[in-house]
C-alpha cells in the first residue's frame, strides 16, 4: 500500500512545487529581464579626511541633503592669509588725487599769477620777462603733474591687477571649501557606503551609491520581429517574479529603445540563440515597494490590463 501511494506523492509534490513557483505567464511573456535604477555613485571632489559622514545603507535621503564634511582647515587658512595680502594691497594703493593736489595747487597759483602779470603788460606796468617765466614755470609744473599722474596710475593698476589675482585665487578656495561640503545629488535610497569617518580621502573616491528605488526599470531584449509595433512611451504589462510568493503585475512604460542591434546576452547557452540579433530595451515602472534592483521580471507588449497587486494572481 505505501509502495502504491509513493508515486502520488511523488506527483503531488511536484504540482505544489509547481504551483507555488514564479512561473506567472511564462508560456506568453514577451521578453524576460531584470529591474534595474539610475545608481549614482557620489564620490569626493577634494583630498582630506572625512571628518563627517551621516548616511547609513538604506536610508532615503532628498537631494540637495547635507550628507557630511571633509576636513577644509586648511583651505580655510590659506584663504585668510589671501585675504590679509588683499588688505594690504589695498593700503598700498596710491590715492592719486591726493597726490597730485599739491602740484595743482601750484599750477593754478601760477596761472592766477600769469593772468595778474599779463595785464600788466598790457597796461605797460609789467615785466613782458616775468611773464614768459610764469609761462614756462606752468609748463614744468604742468609736465611734472602729468609725469606723477602717469606712475601714480601705473602703480594703482598694478596693484589692481595684483589685488584681482588674489580675489580669483579667494574664488577657488571658496569653491573648494563648497566642496569639502557632501551634499547629496538626488532624491533616493543610499545603496551602499564605501567609506566612513576618519578616513582620509582623494578626489574622485566614491564615498557611497545611491539610486532613486522609486521608479526602477526593466531591461530586457527583443528581437527584430517584436521591434515592429513597438515606440517609445508605449504601456505594457510587467511581471516580478517574487518566487513561491508568485508574481504581482504592473504597469510599465517603455522609455528607450536601443537603436542598435547586439547579440543575445552571453547568458543565453544555446549555440543558436547565441546568433541572433536583439535589442534592448528599458520599461520604466513605478515601484510600490516590493520591488527591487536586480529582481527577475517579465513583459507582455499586449495592452496592459487590470493591475493584480496581490501575489499569485496568476495562479487562481
Not at 83 to 96: E, M, N, Q
Not at 251 to 266: D, H, L, R, Y
Request: aromatic fraction near 6%; proline fraction near 2%.
Amino acid at each position: 500500500m505505501t509502495q502504491s501511494n509513493l508515486p502520488l506523492c511523488i506527483v503531488l509534490t511536484i504540482i505544489a512545487t509547481l504551483t507555488g513557483a514564479c512561473h506567472a505567464d511564462e508560456h506568453r511573456a514577451d521578453a524576460t529581464g531584470v529591474f534595474e535604477a539610475a545608481e549614482i555613485v557620489v564620490s569626493s571632489e577634494v583630498s582630506g579626511k572625512i571628518m563627517e559622514l551621516g548616511i547609513r545603507e538604506g536610508d532615503r535621503i532628498n537631494a540637495g541633503h547635507y550628507a557630511g564634511y571633509i576636513d577644509s582647515a586648511q583651505l580655510y587658512l590659506k584663504k585668510r592669509q589671501l585675504a590679509a595680502g588683499l588688505k594690504a594691497i589695498d593700503i598700498r594703493r596710491p590715492d592719486i588725487r591726493r597726490q597730485i593736489a599739491v602740484l595743482e595747487q601750484q599750477i593754478a597759483a601760477a596761472r592766477t599769477e600769469q593772468l595778474r602779470m599779463e595785464n600788466l603788460v598790457k597796461a605797460n606796468a609789467g615785466n613782458q620777462k616775468q611773464a614768459d617765466d610764469i609761462a614756462n614755470s606752468i609748463r614744468l609744473l604742468q609736465k611734472q603733474a602729468d609725469a606723477q599722474y602717469s606712475t601714480l596710475r601705473k602703480t594703482s593698476g598694478s596693484a589692481g591687477a595684483e589685488a584681482e589675482a588674489l580675489q580669483y585665487q579667494i574664488m577657488q578656495l571658496d569653491d573648494q571649501l563648497q566642496k569639502c561640503r557632501i551634499i547629496n545629488p538626488q532624491t533616493g535610497t543610499v545603496l551602499v557606503k564605501y567609506a566612513e569617518p576618519g578616513e582620509v580621502t582623494i578626489a574622485g573616491k566614491p564615498l557611497y551609491k545611491i539610486a532613486d528605488t522609486g521608479l526602477l526599470y526593466l531591461r530586457a531584449y527583443i528581437t527584430a520581429d517584436q521591434l515592429n509595433g513597438l515606440k517609445q512611451g508605449q504601456t505594457v504589462r510587467v511581471f516580478a517574479c517574487f518566487g513561491k510568493a508568485g508574481h504581482r503585475e504592473y504597469s510599465g512604460v517603455i522609455s528607450w529603445i536601443s537603436g542598435k542591434a547586439e547579440f543575445t546576452p552571453k547568458g543565453i547557452q544555446t549555440k543558436d540563440e547565441r546568433a541572433n540579433l536583439v535589442y534592448a530595451i528599458r520599461i520604466a515602472v513605478k515601484n510600490d515597494g516590493y520591488l527591487k534592483i536586480g529582481q527577475y521580471g517579465e513583459v507582455l507588449f499586449a495592452q496592459a490590463a487590470a493591475l493584480s497587486h496581490h501575489p499569485g494572481a496568476d495562479n487562481e
